[in-house]
């Protein structure tokens, strides 16, 4: 095999890995280039090129699955500039639903089954069934790049306030809406029972939706407290129209006193006199506290303040 062999060799296998319509052009201009950058590299040595100085010149070239990358658009299924959200994304999912199948387990230990067991269900049944979150995540970043590859006008960039109010003032309104549900609930759960049942619940019903005393002293009254205080919160950002860097500290501060609350109810005593209901209770406390931060802490990541010169 002489010099002329290498380099036709090498130019088929990178022409092979194009589409049909590129291969010849791509092999003509691959082919020229390599012959002058031979003859250049055979004059410099000052002896006639041959087999192992081409094999050299190609090797140095590149692979040839990397050369033929360098002549085709790369098939790109999530873009770059999605990676972060994309990997963000996944963590908290994939977080998210351990966390569940975690609280799912310990509950289990609690009813009597025995660790390992439980281990062993919640890693066959959450775990390794998980990855169809991120493979739901590609399918909707992949969508989306589609959709701005076919629509680059969606991509313009407009100037938006950076106190703005995300969504609306109707976004807030609602918020307002479920402070005042979660208030009357938390004064009266069994409320729940009359509206779906049209007070005709078993009496089982109301009693596993009975507080306990010691609730309604300690960490009722504190919860209650902070939930009333993000109304007027929200009714001043809603007359202002934006959000104050006070306004943001304030809803921190409320925000970080109340997951505090909950946690403080969740692994303290007993909430409702029914254990079935007060370890419900207690779960999905937790599961709001873990959101709300991760929440808090994602808003707090993407703060942007500008030092000064």
Same mark, same amino acid.
């Given at each position: 095999?002489?010099?002329?062999?290498?380099?036709?060799?090498?130019?088929?296998?990178?022409?092979?890995?194009?589409?049909?319509?590129?291969?010849?052009? #791509?092999?003509?201009?691959?082919?020229?280039?390599?012959? !002058?950058?031979?003859?250049?590299?055979? %004059?410099?040595? %000052?002896?006639?090129?041959?087999?192992?100085?081409?094999?050299?010149? &190609?090797?140095?070239?590149?692979?040839?699955?990397?050369? @033929? @990358?360098?002549?085709?658009?790369?098939?790109?299924?999530?873009?770059?500039?999605? *990676?972060?959200?994309?990997?963000?994304?996944?963590?908290? /999912?994939? @977080?998210?639903?351990?966390?569940?199948?975690?609280?799912?387990?310990?509950?289990?230990?609690? *009813?009597?089954? !025995?660790?390992?067991?439980?281990?062993?269900? +919640?890693?066959? =049944? =959450?775990?390794?069934?998980?990855? +169809? +979150?991120?493979?739901?995540? #590609?399918? /909707?970043? /992949?969508?989306?790049?589609?959709?701005?590859?076919?629509?680059?006008?969606?991509?313009?960039?407009?100037?938006?306030?950076?106190?703005?109010?995300?969504?609306?003032?109707?976004?807030?309104?609602?918020?307002?809406? /479920?402070?005042?549900? %979660?208030?009357?609930?938390?004064?009266?759960?069994?409320?729940?029972?009359?509206? &779906? +049942?049209?007070?005709?619940?078993?009496?089982?019903?109301? !009693?596993?939706?009975?507080?306990?005393?010691?609730?309604?002293?300690?960490?009722?009254?504190?919860?209650?407290?902070?939930? $009333? $205080?993000?109304?007027?919160?929200?009714?001043?950002?809603?007359?202002? %129209?934006?959000?104050?860097?006070? $306004?943001?500290?304030?809803?921190?501060?409320? *925000?970080?006193?109340?997951?505090?609350?909950?946690?403080?109810?969740?692994?303290?005593?007993?909430?409702?006199?029914?254990?079935?209901?007060?370890? =419900?209770?207690?779960?999905?406390?937790? @599961?709001?506290?873990?959101?709300?931060?991760? *929440?808090?802490?994602?808003?707090?990541?993407?703060?942007?303040?500008?030092?000064?010169?």
């Amino acid at each position: 095999m002489n010099a002329n062999d290498v380099i036709d060799s090498f130019v088929t296998e990178v022409a092979l890995r194009l589409p049909r319509r590129q291969r010849n052009d #791509v092999a003509f201009e691959l082919r020229a280039l390599l012959n !002058e950058d031979l003859q250049a590299r055979a %004059g410099d040595a %000052g002896r006639e090129a041959d087999a192992a100085m081409a094999a050299a010149l &190609v090797r140095e070239f590149g692979a040839p699955a990397e050369v @033929a @990358a360098r002549y085709r658009t790369p098939l790109t299924i999530i873009d770059p500039e999605d *990676g972060p959200a994309f990997l963000r994304a996944t963590i908290i /999912g994939l @977080a998210i639903i351990w966390g569940v199948g975690l609280l799912r387990m310990r509950a289990q230990v609690e *009813g009597g089954m !025995e660790f390992l067991r439980a281990l062993a269900q +919640w890693w066959s =049944t =959450t775990v390794l069934p998980s990855p +169809w +979150w991120p493979g739901l995540l #590609v399918l /909707g970043f /992949g969508g989306a790049a589609w959709m701005r590859r076919r629509h680059p006008q969606s991509r313009e960039w407009k100037p938006r306030p950076v106190d703005r109010i995300p969504g609306s003032r109707a976004t807030l309104v609602l918020g307002l809406i /479920g402070i005042a549900c %979660g208030v009357y609930v938390l004064l009266d759960p069994t409320w729940l029972l009359d509206v &779906v +049942w049209n007070g005709r619940a078993a009496p089982a019903a109301y !009693e596993a939706l009975t507080y306990t005393d010691t609730f309604r002293q300690r960490q009722g009254p504190v919860v209650l407290v902070l939930l $009333l $205080l993000n109304i007027p919160l929200l009714i001043a950002v809603i007359a202002k %129209g934006r959000w104050s860097p006070l $306004l943001r500290r304030l809803e921190l501060i409320l *925000g970080l006193a109340l997951c505090a609350a909950m946690l403080w109810t969740a692994l303290d005593g007993p909430v409702f006199l029914a254990a079935t209901a007060d370890r =419900t209770a207690k779960s999905a406390l937790i @599961a709001i506290v873990a959101l709300t931060l991760i *929440g808090m802490g994602i808003k707090q990541y993407r703060r942007v303040k500008p030092s000064p010169a």
